[in-house]
C-alpha cells in the first residue's frame, strides 16, 4: 500500500536551513483528505508532531516550530518536503514523514498514523 521514504542531509551546520523530502509511493499526496506529516524524535526524548500538508496543499504547523518551519510539495514527483530554518544543536534527532490516511474531521486528531517512513537522522553540529 502506501509507503513514505525521507531522504536528505544527515548533517546541518547551525544556524543553517534543514531540508528533507519525503516521497510517496502506493497513494497520490492529492487524494482526497489525506494529509502529510513531519514528526521528529530527540535522541532520549517522545515524538514531537512538527507539521502537516493536507491534500489541497493547506499546511499547518506546531506553535513551537511554525516560525521556522514549512513544509512544501511537489506533485508532479507525488513528494513534500520539510525545511526547518536556524537550527540548532536542540533540532538534531530522528525525522519521519507519517499520513494517518484516510482520517479526517473530528476523528482526525485522535486516528494512529497509520503509514510511516523508515526515518532519517539528522544532527547539528558545527
Known amino acids: 500500500q502506501v509507503q513514505l521514504q525521507e531522504s536528505g542531509p544527515g548533517l546541518v551546520k547551525p544556524s543553517q536551513t534543514l531540508s528533507l523530502t519525503c516521497t510517496v509511493s502506493?497513494?497520490?499526496?492529492?487524494?482526497?483528505?489525506?494529509?502529510w506529516s513531519w514528526i521528529r524524535q530527540p535522541p532520549g526524548k517522545g515524538l514531537e508532531w512538527m507539521g502537516v500538508?493536507?491534500?489541497?496543499?493547506?499546511?499547518y504547523y506546531s506553535p513551537s516550530l511554525k516560525s521556522r518551519t514549512s513544509i512544501s510539495r511537489d506533485t508532479s514527483k507525488n513528494q513534500f518536503s520539510l525545511q526547518l530554518n536556524s537550527v540548532t544543536p536542540e533540532d538534531t534527532a530522528v525525522y519521519y514523514c507519517?499520513?494517518?490516511?484516510?482520517?479526517?474531521?473530528?476523528?482526525?486528531?485522535?486516528?494512529?498514523?497509520?503509514?510511516w517512513g523508515q526515518g532519517t537522522q539528522v544532527t547539528v553540529s558545527s
Open positions: 507519517a499520513t494517518k490516511g484516510s482520517a479526517y474531521g473530528l476523528a482526525y486528531a485522535t486516528s494512529p498514523y497509520e503509514y
Open positions: 502506493g497513494g497520490s499526496i492529492t487524494t482526497s483528505y489525506y494529509a
Open positions: 500538508i493536507a491534500y489541497d496543499g493547506s499546511t
